[in-house]
Nanobody
Framework: QAPLVESGGGSVQVGGSLRLSCAASVYTYGQNCMGWFRQAPGKEREGVAA????????YYADSVKGRFTISQDNAKKTVFLQMNSLKPEDTAMYYC????????????????????WGQGTQVTVSS
C-alpha cells in the first residue's frame, strides 16, 4: 500500500474551487507533519500548506493565504486541501507529503522536512 495517495485534482475555471484529499497510511495522530506542495513545469517544488496532526497549527504560503485551507480527519487518516478562488498561477502538480519523525519540524513548508511523498494530482486552472 502506497503511504500517500492523492485525489481530487482536475480542471476548473478561474475563480473555481477544488478539494484535494490525501489518504495517508503512515498517518499517526500527534506524530506527523503533513504538507501539500506543488510544482509547475520548469519551476521548483514549493510548499503550499502544512498541518501538524497533533494540534491546530497550520502554515500557508503567502500566495494561497485566504484562499486555501488545510484540514485533517484523524479517523480517516486523511488530509485535505480546500482550494477556493483559484487562479491560473495555481496550475501545477500537487503533492501530498508526510513526515513521521514525531517532532522537530522547523520549516513545515520546506520539502526537505518530509520523508514520504504521494504520486501527485494535477490541478489546471483556465481563464
Amino acid at each position: 500500500q502506497a503511504p500517500l495517495v492523492e485525489s481530487g485534482g482536475g480542471s476548473v475555471q478561474v475563480g473555481g474551487s477544488l478539494r484535494l484529499s490525501c489518504a495517508a497510511s503512515v498517518y499517526t495522530y500527534g506524530q506527523n507533519c503533513m504538507g501539500w506542495f506543488r510544482q509547475a513545469p520548469g519551476k521548483e517544488r514549493e510548499g503550499v500548506a502544512a498541518i501538524y496532526t497533533g494540534g491546530v497549527s497550520t502554515y500557508y504560503a503567502d500566495s494561497v493565504k485566504g484562499r486555501f485551507t488545510i484540514s485533517q480527519d484523524n479517523a480517516k487518516k486523511t488530509v485535505f486541501l480546500q482550494m477556493n478562488s483559484l487562479k491560473p498561477e495555481d496550475t501545477a502538480m500537487y503533492y501530498c507529503a508526510a513526515d513521521t519523525s514525531g517532532g522537530g519540524w522547523t520549516r513545515p513548508l520546506s520539502p526537505s522536512e518530509y520523508k514520504y511523498w504521494g504520486q501527485g494530482t494535477q490541478v489546471t486552472v483556465s481563464s
